[in-house]
């Protein structure tokens, strides 16, 4: 009897994992509210995936900079991962998912993470340690400010830098976070969709560009004496990262190493790669030429898009995404920031906040209960309704980032002054800022 329990045994365990990916989401765990230690490990590893986004975007956003000014925005990523941190500990994920106030923020019953221990949290991720939600968000929190800087590069104050980034932080994110993930939050009991960030990390980010751009005005000899790049192998370098990166972002936010995971880890990709494809094309046909640059902008752009709707669509709906992605950015980039002449350093708005606005609206067509259960059906699968809930969501999100935004801004530009002066600015913010040369100038 016992060995035939043991050959009955081992059938079993083999099975066990793909059993638990048929079951989503009504697995004991998640009912239990018990540690699942591979839900675990995927979670620190998606967690620290997101966290090489940043330093991966700070070459990104360098190598697109004149060289005068790389170190600043290589300083400007770190201090962000320091500072952001701190304030997501403090009070940050108190405020984004503490017991909801009026559906518009958290309360402060977990200021300096009093009782946020190794149980896991039932409300938000039943299988793992609430610790390691706590850290997998931070991560979320860091990268989403350290995007706007791409506006103003060259030229903000770093001691302004500073403080803009905590305050944003704390009254833009938090509140726009807890909107759309928190138990109580507005959006979310609204029924809008987004599974990784494209409406609180995205059209937030990029709205808020838009209005940083705005703000501090034009970089000196914009546009005709700007020099191109200063170096695309740091940018490709970055982009590169960004894309390994954000799979812990979008397949990471399945909470969990289960089915909905991989899918959404595959139309991730998908998106991505069509959408750097369609740009290429693009660039081709229009310019005569495929660039670097272009084919990379292209793979942002589809990353971007595919974020909100990457745990509710399938892989061929995942390309027309990407697809869609491309062409939305492409024309912004191309045509209307040219004629409406701002100067948003590196595209924030053009890739982020266009690709996150495109992504949402996205998500309300192709979403399907057939990919996650949990979610809704978008209109291509019957629900109309859903669309609405969208344009809903990146309504009051673009409304909310750019008054508070601006607000903000301007009370800094009031007490500290956001501009570096134009010596300053001639002279680059490597030497004027942090009193450092990204490199040695030979004889």
């Known amino acids: 009897m016992r060995n035939a329990m043991l050959r009955l045994r081992v059938p079993l365990l083999a099975l066990s994992p793909f059993l638990a990916i048929a079951a989503w989401p009504a697995n004991a765990f998640a009912q239990e509210g018990q540690t699942d230690t591979g839900d675990t490990a995927w979670m620190l590893t998606s967690a620290a995936l997101v966290l090489a986004m940043t330093p991966a975007l700070a070459f990104f956003y360098g190598g697109l900079v004149r060289r005068k000014n790389i170190l600043s925005v290589l300083m400007q990523c770190f201090i962000i991962i320091c500072i952001v941190t701190i304030q997501w500990v403090v009070i940050g994920y108190s405020l984004a998912f503490g017991p909801d106030i009026m559906g518009f923020v958290g309360g402060l019953a977990w200021l300096g993470l009093k009782g946020v221990g190794a149980a896991p949290n039932t409300d938000y991720a039943a299988t793992i340690p609430h610790t390691v939600f706590v850290f997998y968000q931070c991560m979320f929190a860091v990268i989403t400010p350290a995007l706007i800087l791409g506006a103003f590069a060259e030229r903000m104050k770093f001691s302004t830098f500073c403080m803009f980034m905590l305050i944003w932080a704390t009254v833009v994110y938090d509140p726009i976070c807890h909107w759309v993930w928190a138990v109580g939050g507005f959006i979310r009991n609204l029924g809008a969709l987004d599974f990784a960030g494209g409406t609180v990390v995205h059209i937030n980010a990029g709205v808020a560009a838009l209005v940083c751009a705005l703000v501090l005005g034009k970089r000196q000899g914009y546009p005709g004496k700007i020099s191109p790049p200063h170096n695309l192998p740091f940018a490709v370098l970055g982009a590169g990262f960004l894309w390994f990166g954000w799979f812990g972002f979008n397949a990471g936010s399945a909470l969990g190493a289960t089915g909905l995971a991989g899918s959404a880890f595959l139309a991730t990709h998908v998106a991505a790669a069509a959408a750097g494809l369609t740009w290429a094309i693009l660039d081709w046909r229009i310019n005569a030429h495929a660039t670097v640059l272009g084919m990379i902008t292209g793979v942002v752009a589809g990353l971007v898009a595919i974020t909100p709707a990457a745990g509710f669509v399938g892989p061929i709906d995942a390309i027309w995404i990407g697809i869609g992605a491309a062409l939305a950015c ?5 045509v209307v920031k040219v004629k409406l002449g701002y100067d948003d350093s590196l595209d924030v708005f053009g890739v982020h906040g266009i690709g996150g606005m495109w992504g949402a609206l996205a998500t309300g067509l192709w979403a399907s209960t057939e990919i996650n259960p ?10 109309p309704g859903l669309v609405v809930n969208q344009i809903v969501a990146v309504l009051a999100t673009a409304i909310y980032s750019a008054v508070v935004t601006f607000v903000v801004l301007k009370v800094l530009d009031a007490v500290m002054g956001v501009r570096v002066g134009p010596e300053d600015e001639r002279i680059g913010l490597d ?13």
């Open 374 to 383: 949990a979610g809704a059906n978008g209109l291509f699968y019957g629900n």
């Open 431 to 443: 030497l004027t800022q942090h009193r450092e040369a990204g490199y040695t100038q030979l004889d």
């Open 330 to 334: 492409y024309f912004f980039v191309a």
